[in-house]
């Protein structure tokens, strides 16, 4: 079984400050990777970043980027000179490649404040 | 925007119905994913279909079906409608199972059962 916890339900930063929401996961396998997804009021789930579990760097894109801790099994998203537009609520998400499954946390609801 | 498609937007259907949704994927997108995601929650993983296939399945009864047809587009028939299906039901592709690139999410169906 593979779970994904994300344990900060709701969230609020300023306006261009800096901002950081945790995910923890438990898998048994080797192969997988994570994922931060945004899903604004609209719904539309959009990628924002993504992690290969074989690689030790740090992902980064633009003002997102993450803490993977394979041993610790964290994989953390900070948002950098946060925007209102970055209002929505984030899922982290684990992929099993050999199972073909997708677990998703229950998301964190993120206010960016003016 | 991801280049995925589902139809129809909205439904509303009453217990014991059965009903079928609509998904079409990017053009060579071979794998098509279904979730079942609740008001508040994150979306729960229904199967995986790779080349009219199904290859992965999570904790959904039978009466959940799919079907993945050559031209990019597949469904999702759900039997026996209960009032816990009412959730918005989204779909999301990728070029194959294991690719390195992430999988595009459609802006889902809203289901209500009464």
């Known amino acids: 079984a593979q779970t994904v916890t994300q344990s900060q339900p709701e969230m609020s930063v300023q306006e261009a400050e800096t901002v950081t929401l945790s995910c923890t996961y438990d898998?048994?396998?080797?192969?997988?990777?994570l994922f931060w997804y945004k899903q604004p009021p609209s719904r539309q789930m959009i990628l924002v970043i993504r992690?290969?579990?074989?690689?030790?760097q740090n992902a980064t894109e633009n003002r997102f980027s993450v803490n993977f801790q394979k041993a610790a099994k964290s994989f953390s998203l900070k948002i950098s000179d946060s925007q209102l537009g970055d209002t929505a609520m984030y899922f982290c998400a684990l992929y099993n490649t050999n199972a073909g499954k997708s677990t998703f946390g229950d998301g964190t609801t993120l206010t960016v404040k003016p | 925007e991801t280049g995925v498609t589902q139809s129809p937007t909205h439904l509303i259907k009453t217990r014991g119905q059965q009903v079928t949704l609509r998904c079409s994927s990017q053009?060579?997108?071979?794998?098509v994913s279904w979730y079942q995601q609740a008001l508040g929650q994150g979306p729960q993983f229904i199967f995986q279909y790779y080349r009219e296939e199904e290859n992965g399945r999570g904790n959904f009864p039978p009466r959940f079906s799919g079907l993945q047809f050559p031209n990019y587009s597949s469904e999702l028939n759900v039997n026996a409608l209960e009032l816990d299906d009412s959730a918005l039901y989204l779909c999301?592709?990728?070029?194959?199972?294991?690719?390195?690139?992430?999988?595009?999410f459609g802006p889902g169906t809203r289901l209500l059962v009464l």
């Open positions: 999301a592709s990728r070029r194959e199972v294991g690719d390195q690139e992430t999988q595009y």
């Open positions: 053009s060579g997108h071979n794998t």
């Open positions: 992690q290969e579990a074989y690689k030790q």
């Open positions: 898998t048994s396998e080797n192969n997988y990777y």
